[in-house]
């Protein structure tokens, strides 16, 4: 994951490609300040799927919470820090 990260919104998708861009450019710009370094910092354009029903959305909050884990930053029995303590309930 040291490429990209994960993020479950809920919104407009008017509003998405504005924030999805303030968002990455505003972030790259900084760590790129901090780090003495330039260019692009996240391997690709963001990609949006749109939730249609209770399901998807709990296996798309299963999905981001083992990720950090599956991808080795993190032991299964840890917690990643920037993730959440357990999946909300949904109907």
Known sequence: MGTHYHLLLEGRSADLSKLMHRLNSGYAQRFNE???RYGHLFGERYTVRVITDNRQLRDT????DANPRV???CA????????????PAVA
């Open 76 to 87: 299964w029995d840890e917690r990643w820090p920037w993730g959440w303590a357990d999946i």
């Open 34 to 36: 901090r780090h003495s």
């Open 71 to 73: 991808a080795g930053l």
């Open 61 to 64: 909050y299963a999905y981001i």
